[in-house]
């Protein structure tokens, strides 16, 4: 009788596993035309305005048309193209080209929204309307801030945008070509060795377990190319924790330790010297430099100048700095002006920075603005749901989903556990969530 190698006999298990969640998913989509009836339009002559036209934008224009008859809704953003900006890790680790993560924005708008091609200029909720570059004025009846943020790498003294792919220094959040370039270097790093240093910023940030996932892939990747003798890779976290879930912190901590991560906690990246190679960092005790051959600087990040410049930002407290909104968390309403809402990245929330957090904050934020038409009240709430597929290594990701009380929420009990590396997860974040995120935008998911 042969024996089974235990690796092999794995992998077997977890492809049975995928099978059958996949066999599940198809069930569950089959069956929900015919279990569920297609709600009856609300009808309304409300105009609706959507500034901005990311992943939030696009969903909720998607939802609104299909939810509502008679109204006129407008979304506003002057990029044509759309990034699918979960693969920018996968680009930056060589799993994908720049290209997988590009369509045409115009492909995602629903018939019958108009599309402004134009910067949101200012927002002036008191006069409920939106001004545009041209300055166009769009009034509204209801306004949805989906405009992202602002990757700020002036923050850093010495660092633009314009500096990644030269001199050892990658970032891949810039876009699909700084993701690229990123990947050049690494790829280099890796075949000769030498000093890795990678970041975190001491802001808010969309997807804030990026960090810990391309430190991950960037020692795989050295292990990989053979040189992890001759190489040191080191994290640089900005508070005292790798991430803001406890156990996933913990675990992180264990799995950096296991490959000889080193960590530095209370490390903010604040200046840069790209000939010398030389990183300054504030600590506790004043300024430390450091030296690196290759480093992943992920930049601060801020609400946009139309939403910063604006009444909508919080007015004290942890948002207020970086001019994130003021919003109820539980329903995405803005505090002071109740026919805002604020979703996706710009909300002031305590987590929700990522593209799954929009599949559930979405259709709560409608609701509530469909109950102000109907004079019914919504009870939809929104519980701070947050998705991470955070890579270990090539062919290994831990699926961790979270909530306001760092409730770890997984999506398949039994199937996947969330702080165990498996290759399902790995297949989901590499092959999986695209099309997930696609039926986001056209607001099937």
């Not at 290759?294 to 909508?312: D, G, Y």
């Not at 990522?354 to 019914?376: C, E, F, L, R, Y």
């Amino acid at each position: 009788m042969s024996k089974t190698n235990p690796k092999e006999a794995g992998l077997a298990l977890a492809r049975r596993q995928f099978l059958q969640l996949g066999a599940a998913g198809l069930v569950t989509t089959a069956a929900l035309p015919q279990a569920i009836a297609a709600p009856s339009k609300v009808k309304s002559s409300a105009k609706i305005v959507i500034a901005g036209a990311g992943a939030a934008g696009l969903s909720l224009a998607s939802r609104l048309a299909q939810q509502l008859d008679g109204v006129q809704i407008t979304i506003i953003d002057n990029r044509t193209q759309h990034y699918y900006q979960p693969g920018f890790t996968l680009i930056g680790a060589g799993i994908k080209t720049a290209d997988y993560v590009v369509s045409q924005t115009a492909s995602y708008i629903p018939a019958g929204v108009k599309w402004v091609q134009e910067k949101v200029q200012e927002i002036d909720p008191e006069s409920n309307k939106v001004v545009t570059g041209s300055g166009q004025v769009v009034p509204y009846d209801f306004l949805f801030v989906a405009t992202g943020l602002e990757l700020d790498y002036e923050q850093i003294q010495g660092m633009d945008a314009s500096l990644i792919g030269k001199h050892g220094i990658g970032s891949i959040y810039n876009g699909p070509e700084a993701a690229s370039a990123t990947w050049q270097l690494l790829s280099g790093f890796s075949e000769s060795g030498g000093r890795g240093v990678f970041t975190r910023p001491n802001t808010e940030m969309k997807c804030s377990g990026a960090p810990l996932k391309y430190t991950f892939i960037s020692e795989d990747r050295v292990v990989r190319a053979g040189t992890r003798s001759k190489t040191e890779i080191e994290y640089f976290s900005n508070n005292g924790v790798l991430f803001s879930v406890p156990i996933v912190s913990e675990k992180a901590r264990m799995l950096f330790q296991q490959r000889d991560i080193k960590t530095h906690y209370n490390r903010i990246l604040t200046a840069i010297d790209p000939g010398k190679r030389v990183a300054t960092f504030t600590t506790p005790d004043g300024l430390e430099e450091q030296n690196w051959d290759f480093i992943h600087v992920v930049p601060p990040m801020k609400a946009p100048e139309s939403v910063r410049n604006s009444p909508l930002p919080w007015q004290s407290g942890p948002w207020a700095k970086e001019g994130w909104m003021e919003v109820d968390k539980g329903t995405l309403r803005h505090l002071r002006y109740p026919n805002v809402f604020g979703v996706g990245d710009i909300a002031g929330v305590p987590k929700g920075k990522t593209a799954a957090s929009v599949k559930w904050q979405a259709p709560v934020a409608i609701d509530h603005m469909v109950a102000d038409i109907t004079g019914k009240p919504s009870d939809a709430v929104y519980n701070g749901y947050t998705s991470c597929p955070m890579i270990t290594k090539l062919g290994q990701a831990m699926l961790i989903e979270f909530d306001y009380q760092n409730n770890l929420t997984p999506s398949f009990p039994g199937v996947i556990a969330p702080l165990e590396e498996l290759w399902i997860s790995w297949v989901m974040k590499t092959m999986g969530l695209k099309p997930t995120y696609i039926s986001m935008l056209r607001g099937k998911a």
